[in-house]
Structures are given as structure tokens and as C-alpha cells.
């Protein structure tokens, strides 16, 4: 009987820049409080880039991390995917950069736009090159500098944001390890929940583009609130009923960090114990899609995974986008 091959986590790492912003600072010059900000997004601080730091450069430190964890070379690698809303430049990829500060070369390497779902969605392309036997080793980035994108006078949404890179090694393995399922989901009609409409070809950057501050963040943020909400609660029910999953079975669930008020409604509406959940978004913000491998990382070094573990990746982002995965360690 042959056996199925599955792509398993092998190696995580993160970056994070060391620039801390905390909601005291937000004090200084918006019209707003800690107390006020804790109370609505759990957020207490994020980190934010500065000079010589980008996209690319935290991408390639949390690769580096990672590779290290799996006892790999930067060679060794097939393929390298990094997801990203906030990219070098329009053009070549982000991942372009990363394959050549890692001194690869001769292998595919490029960007996904899936927002904070991204992290998912690059795992799940990445496991089905490797279950079809096509690439044996993947790399996949979520790696965000959101503050380049952030509207400092808006007080609803600049609170909200941070800078961040995750990246996961998958490696082909015919044991019980691996990604035992994975979904994503779309709906175009709700692309204005959360986006920036200034620097494409529906608007290309220009003195009225830039004078309109078209080039930040925008964002509905009831709806993008209820959105999440539902999608949240969906992907959990979906990802359980797909593997036959209890509450119990579930050692982990590791959501993108969000909103801290979105998880535990999700969480109270599928009876799911709230320390089922890992939780930082206290430290970074949302930091799009480098916030669940972050996140991964951080539960895996608190001791919170470990060999056999089964834990839960859920995410959902402007496009819209939804996505989930169920791995076992």
C-alpha cells in the first residue's frame, strides 16, 4: 500500500522590527486613550519599521529563522511563496527579493495577494505541490510592513496596524504529521470593506490621488467586524466537521489576530473554551498576513505545540477572503 504523502510544518520563524508603538503614543496626537483602544481591539502595542527596513528584508529574516529550525539550507529549497498586501514594489515579487537575499536561484519563487489569509492560502498551495509529489521542501512567507500603508489621522483605523514576518517550512512526510485539510473562500463583492484605492490601474498614482490620501488604508470597520465574526465561526465549524474534530481533540487554535472582541465572540458561539485559542495580538496588532505564522511560532516556543499536537489556522482578510487549515504536528 503506498502512503499518502502530506506536507508537514518542519521549521518556524519570525520577525519583528524592534520599533514599538504603544497606545500611549497614540495619546500625543489623536484624540483617543489606551483605555480606549484596549478595550476595543486588545491591543496594547505593535511594531512598525524604520529606516532600511522592509517588506523583504523581514521576510528574509523570518526564512532565515525558519530554515534554521528545520535544519535546512537556503538550497535545499522548491519553491518559495511569500504572501504580502504590502510588496517591495508592483513589480517583480517580493518573493524575487527574498530568493535573492537567500542566494537561491533556479526555483520558482513568487507573491500571493490574499490580505490576512494569505499565510493559509501560500500553506495550502504549497502542501498540494508537495501531496502531488511535485516539490519536496516549500517555503512560505506572510511578511507585512502595514504601517507603509497606514493613515496616521485616522483615528478608527491607525490604531489597529503593526509590521511583522512568519514563515513555515513544509517538507513531504508519509507519517500522521502534516496539513490534513485545508479551505479558501472569496467574495470580490466586498473588496471595499478594506482596501487602499490609490496606486493601481483603476487609480495610478498621481498629485490627486495623493492629495485625497488614496494611497492608505480604508476600511468599513463595522462591516469588516461582522464579517469577520461569521467567517471566524464558519471556518471552525468547517475545518472540525471536515476532520471529524471535537472541542477536545483541538489542542490549539491559532486565528489571525484581529480584533480580541472577534475571537471571543466566535469562540463563545462554537463552544469553544477561550484557552483553546493563542493570543498576541496585544503585542503586535494586526499585523495581515504575517499574523497567524507569527503567531504559530510564539505558541510553538511558549510550549503550547508540540510532536502530535493538532491545531487550528483560521483567517480572514479584504478581498474578501476567508481561509483555514487543520495541521498536525
Request: charged share 20%; aromatic share 8%; net charge neutral.
Amino acid at each position: 500500500m503506498v502512503k499518502k504523502i502530506r506536507a508537514a510544518i518542519t521549521g518556524l520563524g519570525m520577525s519583528v522590527p524592534q520599533k514599538v508603538l504603544t497606545n500611549q503614543d497614540f495619546e500625543k496626537f489623536l484624540d483617543t486613550s489606551d483605555e480606549w483602544i484596549t478595550q476595543r481591539t486588545g491591543i496594547k502595542s505593535r511594531r512598525i519599521v524604520q529606516n532600511g527596513q522592509t517588506t523583504a528584508t523581514l521576510g528574509t529574516q523570518a526564512a532565515r529563522e525558519a530554515l534554521a529550525f528545520a535544519g535546512l539550507e537556503a538550497n535545499q529549497l522548491d519553491m518559495i511563496i511569500c504572501a504580502t498586501i504590502t510588496p517591495e514594489m508592483p513589480f517583480p515579487a517580493t518573493a524575487c527579493f527574498i530568493q535573492q537575499a537567500l542566494e537561491v536561484k533556479d526555483i520558482p519563487a513568487f507573491d500571493i495577494s490574499a490580505a490576512c489569509s494569505g499565510f493559509i492560502y501560500g500553506l495550502t498551495i504549497g502542501s498540494q505541490f508537495i501531496q502531488n509529489n511535485i516539490y519536496r521542501r516549500v517555503l512560505v512567507i506572510g511578511a507585512e510592513t502595514l504601517s507603509r500603508f497606514t493613515d496616521y489621522q485616522d483615528r478608527s483605523s491607525c490604531i489597529l496596524f503593526g509590521d511583522g514576518a512568519g514563515a513555515a517550512v513544509l517538507e513531504a512526510t508519509d507519517d500522521d504529521r502534516g496539513v490534513l485539510y485545508s479551505v479558501m473562500k472569496t467574495d470580490g463583492a466586498g473588496w471595499d470593506f478594506i482596501h487602499v484605492p490609490g496606486g493601481g490601474s483603476r487609480s495610478p498614482a498621481g498629485e490627486q490621488t495623493i492629495a485625497a490620501r488614496q494611497h492608505y488604508i480604508k476600511m468599513r470597520g463595522r462591516d469588516v467586524y461582522k464579517f469577520a465574526v461569521e467567517k471566524m465561526q464558519w471556518l471552525l465549524g468547517d475545518c472540525m466537521a471536515k476532520c471529524n474534530l471535537k472541542a477536545d481533540d483541538i489542542d490549539l487554535v491559532v486565528p489571525h489576530q484581529v480584533n480580541i472582541r472577534i475571537i471571543e465572540s466566535a469562540a463563545s458561539k462554537m463552544h469553544l473554551p477561550m484557552d483553546k485559542f493563542f493570543i498576541n495580538i496585544d503585542k503586535y496588532g494586526n499585523t495581515s498576513a504575517a499574523s497567524v505564522p507569527i503567531a504559530l511560532k510564539e505558541a510553538h516556543q511558549a510550549g503550547r505545540i508540540g510532536p502530535g499536537s493538532v491545531v487550528l489556522l483560521v483567517a480572514f482578510g479584504a478581498g474578501l477572503t476567508w481561509a483555514g487549515a487543520v495541521v498536525r504536528f
